[in-house]
């Protein structure tokens, strides 16, 4: 490969949250005492960050425009929003978005948030898909909303599947007009087809329900796999949604800060924009401009390329390894992310083991992994698959030996 996706990386010391766990104290494992016995190390494989040296057209562009030694106000730059286009233009086939219908956000909660101040009322409810990620359920009720889940479920095949009645009957005898859409969908894995996306959009379209959606996973689906744009499905779904996405999950720059918003609808865009000024917070840093510049470069596109297929082969492994390892374990295949969503009901019940048991177990021989439970499903664990494939490996060679297949 061109790019390096194989060097272990010394996060130590750099103000990362992957590996400075130690110091935070609402971090669960942190919370209850846990610690990583003497003789392993660390394995992170928790918070959802790649441990990759960057794209290198990243930090040449962040260093020439540091070496310009004056850091004050600022105009966009017209390269920041064709950038954005040329990038949707030939990574998601999306075509006509112009630089008015994109606009910066802090981060895609920060967006999110402001979305549903415009899009529902105070105290209102919103709809989400169960697993959820756990920053929509923090954000939906640290700003006084009430989140109701429809949940996902898994076929005859394993693929987690959304229950469309189950979104109908919600919306309408709740009385909910917004809803947050995860595609890929976090933390399950899950690329929508377009035909699903299509009869989820004509759901939210019966009972007047906007939708808010969150593709900031659009550039990892893995090897096989396309993401479909919410508002390319149809023309309802264009002016129907919201959309954000960001170069900090595909290029690992959320310490940098910086997300956009995708919005035909002048009527929506017009008031998102307005709601989100009056913080005078939501704009954009001069640096994390030219990290997204520097980001989306045809360099940046071979990158993301190359990473897919790391992606493709890291995910492959821990599949089959669980499957073929840890008896009780069950698990869909993931199709996009860097995850894996495991189920260890059947193998708590055999063991006579609890999740927390489970998951500390895990933690005390270095692997990071993060509590599945927070995201509405219960017996569960979310794993990391971003690092080197030597550390994965690893990963899982010690659950094999310490934690699955051990003695207590």
């Not at 073929?324 to 698990?331: C, D, I, K, Q, Y």
Request: aromatic share 12%; with cysteine; charged share 25%.
């Amino acid at each position: 490969m061109k790019y390096d996706f194989t060097s272990i990386i010394d996060r130590k010391g750099m103000d990362a949250l992957a590996v400075e766990w130690e110091t935070c104290s609402w971090i669960p494992f942190t919370a209850r005492g846990v610690r990583v016995k003497e003789g392993f190390d660390f394995i992170p494989m928790w918070v959802a960050d790649m441990n990759f040296p960057a794209c290198p057209t990243i930090p040449e562009a962040i260093i020439e425009r540091a070496k310009h030694t004056t850091y004050g106000y600022f105009e966009d730059r017209p390269e920041y929003y064709q950038s954005i286009i040329d990038w949707q233009s030939k990574r998601n086939d999306v075509q006509g978005l112009t630089p008015e219908c994109i606009g910066y956000e802090n981060g895609v909660l920060g967006g999110v948030t402001t979305a549903l101040r415009v899009l529902g009322e105070q105290g209102g409810k919103v709809l989400l898909h169960s697993p959820v990620y756990v920053g929509f359920t923090g954000a939906i009720e640290n700003n006084g909303w009430k989140a109701v889940h429809s949940p996902l479920y898994r076929d005859e095949d394993g693929i987690w599947r959304m229950d469309y009645e189950d979104m109908d009957r919600r919306l309408r005898e709740e009385n909910i007009h917004v809803a947050i859409f995860c595609s890929p969908h976090n933390p399950t894995g899950r690329v929508w087809e377009r035909w699903e996306i299509e009869k989820a959009m004509e759901v939210y379209k019966k009972n007047d329900c906007f939708v808010i959606s969150d593709e900031i996973w659009s550039d990892m689906t893995l090897e096989g796999y396309k993401h479909i744009p919410t508002q390319s499905v149809n023309e309802d779904a264009r002016m129907r949604t919201v959309a954000f996405y960001a170069p900090s999950k595909t290029f690992n720059l959320a310490g940098l800060v910086g997300s956009y918003h995708i919005i035909y609808n002048k009527y929506l865009r017009d008031r998102i924009r307005k709601e989100a000024s009056l913080s005078h917070y939501n704009t954009m840093n001069v640096l994390s401009q030219h990290a997204l510049i520097g980001a989306y470069k045809p360099e940046g596109h071979e990158w993301v390329d190359e990473l897919r297929q790391v992606l493709t082969e890291n995910t492959t492994y821990g599949y089959n390894y669980i499957l073929e390892h840890f008896e009780g374990v069950t698990l869909a295949k993931p199709q996009g992310t860097y995850l894996l969503y495991l189920d260890c009901t059947g193998w708590l019940e055999k063991h006579g083991k609890t999740i927390r048991e489970l998951q500390d177990r895990g933690f005390e021989h270095g692997v990071g992994w993060q509590d599945g439970e927070a995201f509405f499903n219960k017996n569960t664990i979310r794993m990391n698959l971003a690092l080197p494939l030597s550390r994965v490996k690893e990963a899982f060679d010690r659950l094999d030996k310490y934690v699955f297949n051990a003695e207590w």
